[in-house]
C-alpha cells in the first residue's frame, strides 16, 4: 500500500502536472498589446466592444463593463430602486459581497438559509423572510449552479420584488436552456482572477431595462448621466461612484471571452471525470445538477459525511484533517467560506457606515446564525476546487485528482487525528 502523502508517500497528483488557470495565448497578447498600441487607455474601444460582445454572449440588451462583480452588484441594488432601510433578500451562504453590496445601497440585508443539495438559497423559506419593507432578491447562483428561476420569479412576482442575480461564479450556467443572467431584472458577473471568464479584475452589470440601465449608469460613473464616450457635461446629477472598466482589462476579457463556451465544455467534462472517479466513496457526497439546470462546475464542492464516517466531534475538525492530507497528495483542494453571511462581523457589530445606519433606518433584524443551519451545516463539511477541472486541464488531471482523494477517504484511519475510527 503507497502510504498517504501526508506520511511521505508518493503524491496521487505529481508536481505539474495541474495547468495554472487562465490559458493565456497568443490571442491574449495580440488584444492586450493592440489596447496598449492605441491611445484611450481609459473608458476606450475595448470597453465598448466587451459590452457589445459579452451582451451578445449572454443574450442580455444592454451590458456595462466595471472594475469589479461587487460594483456591477452594487449598481444593481442601487438601481433598482433600493435605498434607505429597504429590506433586500440574500442567501445566508456566499461570498460576502453579495451582501454587502446591499449594505453599499444603505438598504438592510436580510439572510435566508440554503438548500443542502443544491446549495443555493432554500426557496421554500423565502415566503417567511419577506416583510412589508422588502425591496429585492439578490438571487446568487453559486458555484455555476442555476437557481431555479422559475420558483424564484414567480415570488418576486407575487410581492413586486426586484430580482438582481449574481451570477459572479456562473457565467454560461443556464436554467430550462437560458443563461443565468436574462432571468431578473439586472445581474452582476465578475472577472478575477479564479472566473471562468478572467480578465484579472473587472465586471459586468446587464440589464434589458432601459430605465435600470440609466440609473445604473449614474452610479457607474460619478452621477453623471453621460458616458465617458459622450461629450461628458461633469455633472454629479445623483451619488455615483467610480466603477469604469479600463480598456487593458477590456481587452484581456475579450480576448478570453473567445474561449469562453470552449472552457465551460472543457470543465463539463472534466467534471464528469471527477464524479465517475469518486462515485460509491463512503462518506463523501457529491455535487447534483437537477433536472433543467446545466452546472458549469466553476467550484466543484464535495461535502464529508460525518455520520457516515462515525465521527462524532466537531464536523470541521474532521474536513480540515482530511483536507491538509488531500493537498498533500497534490490535488489542490481548498475550503472557500469558513463563515456563513449572518456570522461575519460587520453583521454581528452592525458595523456598516456607523451610528447604526443603515439599519437604524428600518425595522430591527436578526443575525443569529444558529437560524441558518443548512449553511452551518455545509459550511463545516464543504471543500473544493477549480483550477483542477479548469482548461487546458483535461481527464488525465480529474482523474489523478480523484485518485488522491479517494486514497484519503479509503485511509482515513491512517490520519493522526484522535477520534477517527479504524
Ligand atoms: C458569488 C460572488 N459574488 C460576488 C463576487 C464579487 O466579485 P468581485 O471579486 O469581482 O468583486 C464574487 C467574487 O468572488 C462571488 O463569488
Same mark, same amino acid.
Given at each position: 500500500?503507497?502510504?498517504?502523502?501526508?506520511?511521505?508517500? =508518493?503524491? !496521487?497528483?505529481?508536481?505539474?502536472?495541474? =495547468?495554472?488557470?487562465?490559458?493565456?495565448?497568443?490571442?491574449?497578447?495580440?488584444?492586450?498589446? %493592440?489596447?496598449?498600441?492605441?491611445?484611450?487607455?481609459?473608458?476606450?474601444?475595448?470597453?465598448?466592444?466587451?459590452?457589445?460582445?459579452?451582451?451578445?454572449?449572454?443574450?442580455?440588451?444592454?451590458?456595462?463593463?466595471?472594475?469589479?462583480?461587487?460594483?456591477?452588484?452594487?449598481?444593481?441594488?442601487?438601481?433598482?430602486?433600493?435605498?434607505?432601510?429597504? &429590506?433586500?433578500?440574500? $442567501?445566508?451562504?456566499?461570498?460576502?459581497?453579495? %451582501?454587502?453590496?446591499?449594505?453599499?445601497?444603505?438598504?438592510?440585508?436580510?439572510?435566508?438559509?440554503?438548500?443542502?443539495?443544491?446549495?443555493?438559497?432554500?426557496?421554500? =423559506?423565502?415566503?417567511?423572510?419577506?416583510?412589508?419593507?422588502? @425591496?429585492?432578491?439578490? %438571487?446568487?447562483?453559486?458555484?455555476?449552479?442555476?437557481?431555479?428561476?422559475?420558483?424564484?420569479?414567480?415570488?418576486?412576482? @407575487?410581492?413586486?420584488?426586484?430580482?438582481? *442575480?449574481?451570477?459572479?461564479?456562473?457565467?454560461?450556467?443556464?436554467? /430550462?436552456? @437560458?443563461?443565468?443572467?436574462?432571468?431578473?431584472?439586472?445581474?452582476?458577473?465578475?472577472?478575477?482572477?479564479?472566473?471562468?471568464?478572467?480578465?484579472?479584475?473587472?465586471?459586468?452589470?446587464?440589464?434589458?431595462?432601459?430605465?435600470?440601465?440609466?440609473?445604473?449608469?449614474?452610479?457607474?460613473?460619478?452621477?453623471?448621466?453621460?458616458?465617458?464616450? *459622450?461629450?461628458?457635461?461633469?455633472? !454629479?446629477?445623483?451619488?455615483?461612484?467610480?466603477? /469604469? #472598466?479600463?480598456?487593458?482589462?477590456?481587452?484581456?476579457?475579450? $480576448?478570453?471571452?473567445?474561449?469562453?463556451?470552449?472552457?465551460?465544455?472543457?470543465?463539463?467534462? #472534466?467534471?464528469?471525470?471527477?464524479? &465517475?472517479?469518486?462515485?460509491?466513496? @463512503?462518506?463523501?457526497?457529491?455535487?447534483?445538477?437537477?433536472?433543467?439546470? *446545466?452546472?458549469?462546475?466553476?467550484?466543484?464542492?464535495?461535502?464529508?459525511?460525518?455520520?457516515?464516517?462515525?465521527?462524532?466531534?466537531?464536523?470541521?475538525?474532521?474536513?480540515?484533517?482530511?483536507?491538509?492530507?488531500?493537498?498533500?497528495?497534490?490535488?489542490?483542494?481548498?475550503?472557500?467560506?469558513?463563515?456563513?453571511?449572518?456570522?461575519?462581523?460587520?453583521?454581528?457589530?452592525?458595523?456598516?457606515?456607523?451610528?447604526?445606519?443603515?439599519?437604524?433606518?428600518?425595522?430591527?433584524?436578526?443575525?443569529?446564525?444558529?437560524?441558518?443551519?443548512?449553511?452551518?451545516?455545509?459550511?463545516?463539511?464543504?471543500?473544493?476546487?477549480?483550477?483542477?477541472?479548469?482548461?487546458?486541464?483535461?481527464?488525465?488531471?480529474?482523474?489523478?485528482?480523484? *485518485?488522491?482523494?479517494? =486514497?484519503?477517504? &479509503?485511509?482515513?484511519? /491512517?490520519?493522526?487525528?484522535?477520534?477517527?475510527?479504524?
Amino acid at each position: 500500500m503507497n502510504p498517504l502523502a501526508i506520511h511521505g508517500g =508518493k503524491k !496521487a497528483v505529481p508536481d505539474g502536472l495541474i =495547468k495554472t488557470w487562465p490559458p493565456i495565448t497568443d490571442l491574449d497578447r495580440q488584444y492586450v498589446l %493592440a489596447s496598449l498600441n492605441q491611445s484611450n487607455h481609459a473608458f476606450g474601444p475595448n470597453c465598448a466592444a466587451f459590452e457589445q460582445e459579452f451582451s451578445a454572449f449572454n443574450g442580455n440588451r444592454f451590458a456595462i463593463t466595471t472594475n469589479s462583480g461587487t460594483a456591477a452588484l452594487h449598481m444593481g441594488v442601487a438601481a433598482c430602486g433600493c435605498g434607505a432601510g429597504d &429590506e433586500v433578500l440574500v $442567501a445566508a451562504y456566499s461570498w460576502s459581497s453579495s %451582501a454587502t453590496c446591499i449594505l453599499h445601497a444603505n438598504a438592510i440585508p436580510v439572510f435566508v438559509d440554503i438548500d443542502f443539495d443544491t446549495m443555493n438559497m432554500d426557496l421554500t =423559506k423565502v415566503d417567511a423572510a419577506i416583510t412589508p419593507r422588502t @425591496k429585492a432578491i439578490v %438571487a446568487v447562483h453559486l458555484h455555476g449552479l442555476a437557481l431555479d428561476m422559475d420558483a424564484l420569479m414567480s415570488i418576486a412576482r @407575487k410581492h413586486n420584488l426586484k430580482v438582481i *442575480e449574481d451570477c459572479c461564479q456562473s457565467h454560461g450556467a443556464t436554467f /430550462r436552456g @437560458k443563461k443565468v443572467g436574462t432571468f431578473g431584472d439586472c445581474a452582476a458577473f465578475s472577472f478575477n482572477q479564479n472566473k471562468c471568464l478572467c480578465s484579472g479584475e473587472g465586471g459586468m452589470f446587464t440589464t434589458d431595462n432601459d430605465d435600470i440601465l440609466n440609473k445604473a449608469k449614474m452610479i457607474w460613473s460619478f452621477g453623471e448621466t453621460r458616458t465617458p464616450a *459622450e461629450d461628458r457635461d461633469y455633472h !454629479a446629477y445623483a451619488l455615483g461612484w467610480m466603477y /469604469r #472598466n479600463n480598456d487593458l482589462t477590456a481587452a484581456f476579457g475579450r $480576448a478570453q471571452l473567445t474561449r469562453l463556451s470552449e472552457y465551460l465544455a472543457t470543465q463539463r467534462s #472534466n467534471a464528469a471525470v471527477l464524479i &465517475e472517479s469518486l462515485r460509491g466513496i @463512503k462518506g463523501l457526497t457529491l455535487p447534483t445538477e437537477p433536472p433543467n439546470h *446545466e452546472h458549469t462546475y466553476y467550484n466543484f464542492t464535495i461535502r464529508i459525511d460525518p455520520t457516515a464516517l462515525r465521527w462524532t466531534d466537531h464536523p470541521a475538525k474532521l474536513r480540515d484533517a482530511m483536507m491538509k492530507a488531500m493537498q498533500a497528495e497534490g490535488t489542490q483542494v481548498g475550503i472557500w467560506q469558513q463563515f456563513i453571511l449572518p456570522a461575519m462581523t460587520v453583521f454581528q457589530a452592525q458595523n456598516a457606515f456607523g451610528k447604526g445606519s443603515p439599519w437604524c433606518l428600518g425595522d430591527p433584524v436578526e443575525y443569529n446564525p444558529m437560524n441558518f443551519p443548512i449553511a452551518q451545516k455545509h459550511t463545516d463539511s464543504h471543500f473544493g476546487m477549480t483550477t483542477p477541472l479548469r482548461a487546458p486541464n483535461g481527464p488525465e488531471q480529474a482523474k489523478a485528482v480523484g *485518485e488522491g482523494i479517494r =486514497k484519503v477517504f &479509503e485511509n482515513i484511519h /491512517r490520519l493522526d487525528v484522535p477520534g477517527i475510527l479504524s
